[in-house]
């Protein structure tokens, strides 16, 4: 679980909170919306159910964020690679661009190009250097630049440059594609979740009177409000389950 943990934080770029913290946080954010909303209505059911919807909704903000980083990295990795072929065509080894690079590197891919040098300088051999590289890197586009790499290595670097090149202006298409359905996608997800929070927000403000207040803490009150919040998060569910986006697929994994 903690592991899970740090890897959803990694890939929303919250990777400067530990799992303790992240869940710290999260607990004191509702902490202090619960004691909000029960200072506004005096109701302890309208207090646990917007609750509920908050936390919901900041699980989905998170989800946002990571799937909004994975897209920036993407649109990075383009530059790197035109990073390693000028380093290459200027006459560096296959070993020495790739630890250069570092200086023209994202963010998200300097501490894999770090211990690459790492693994370089210890002697490890070429080949596992970079398969450690690509378990680092975890993506996709990195699978493909490792192989690459790998192969002209293999084969003394014969077309290398050229494959490089290929390989960045395949990936700038790629991600204008994809920012452009993510585009879409966010503007209908964010709809959505405006739609699914409006009616706990008008009960958050019918919650200034006390006959609400007295309404929900009857039993019907408590299946009305039970219904809905099921009604709502099913709702959101069934949306992203239909406009959900197939992720790009690590193929050169072995």
């Known amino acids: 679980m903690k592991y899970r943990l740090i890897g959803f ?17 999260m607990l004191v ?8 909303v029960l200072g506004i209505t005096g109701s302890n059911p309208i207090a646990a159910s917007i609750c509920l919807c908050v936390f919901a909704q900041g699980l989905e903000s998170i989800n946002s ?15 790197f690679l035109d990073s ?9 080894t296959l070993q020495e661009a790739i630890i250069e690079s570092a200086k023209y590197a994202p963010l998200a891919l300097k501490a894999a190009i770090h211990e690459f040098e790492v693994d370089d300088a210890g002697g490890l051999p070429f080949d596992q250097s970079l398969t450690n590289l690509k378990i680092r890197l975890a993506n996709p586009a990195a699978d493909r630049f490792v192989e690459l790499t790998r192969m002209a290595q293999t084969s003394g670097g014969r077309g290398y440059l050229i494959a490089l090149r290929k390989q960045s202006a395949q990936l700038r298409v790629e991600n204008a594609v994809w920012a452009e359905i993510q585009a879409k996608q966010n503007w209908v997800l964010s709809t959505a979740r405006l739609a ?33 919040l099921f009604a709502s998060l099913v709702a959101f569910k069934l949306i992203k389950a239909m406009g959900k986006l197939p992720t790009r697929q690590r193929i050169l994994t072995n």
């Not at 934080?9 to 946080?25: D, E, G, I, K, M």
């Not at 964020?65 to 530059?79: C, D, F, V």
């Open 84 to 92: 390693i072929h000028s380093l290459v065509w200027s006459g560096e």
């Open 196 to 228: 699914i929070l409006a009616p706990w927000l008008v009960l958050l403000l019918l919650g200034f009177r006390k006959e609400t207040a007295e309404a929900f803490d009857t039993e019907t009150g408590l299946a009305v409000l039970a219904t809905g």
């Open 9 to 25: 934080l990694t890939r929303s770029n919250l990777s400067f909170l530990s799992p303790f913290q992240f869940c710290v946080t």
């Open 65 to 79: 964020r990571a799937a909004a980083h994975a897209l920036r990295s993407n649109l990075e990795w383009p530059k």
């Open 29 to 36: 954010s509702l902490m202090l919306t619960w004691m909000l």
